[in-house]
């Protein structure tokens, strides 16, 4: 039922707060608890000028591309391809700004910095022509 309450795409701070506190507090838990439980991956947010970019439309969640066709599975096979189980990638038009979104992450920079290259490229091939 909580997640209901909240908002599963963009938050809102002051209902995802209380709703930390309110988790917590029934798990017993203390701060520093749930801070261990959390660790950084290495990133990259990337932005690339495409002519095009709403051609790129995705779930609510923005984690996957609906269209154009083909592209999330190419993302995928990126990621496959990382060996990395950690690896994620998914890409967005920006509400504002003629450009697309790239976020990628992995276990290593290096692995990163190979699949936000290789997943512009993909952005680049999908919405230029």
Do not use: N
């Not at 988790?23 to 495409?50: H, T």
């Not at 496959?80 to 504002?96: L, Q």
């Amino acid at each position: 039922m909580l997640a209901h309450l909240l908002s599963q795409v963009c938050g809102d701070a002051l209902g995802d707060t209380l709703a930390v506190i309110i988790a917590l507090q029934r798990l017993g838990w203390s701060s520093e608890d749930w801070l261990k439980m959390y660790s950084d991956l290495p990133s990259a947010q990337l932005k690339v000028i495409v002519p095009f970019p709403k051609r790129i439309q995705c779930t609510p969640d923005e984690q996957q591309a609906l269209a154009p066709a083909g592209l999330q599975k190419e993302i995928d096979d990126a990621v496959a391809r990382c060996g990395d189980s950690a690896a994620r990638s998914f890409v967005r038009p920006s509400g504002t700004e003629p450009l697309v979104r790239v976020y990628a992450e992995a276990s290593t920079k290096a692995t990163v910095d190979s699949l936000s290259a290789e997943v512009e490229t993909l952005v680049q091939k999908y919405c230029s022509v």
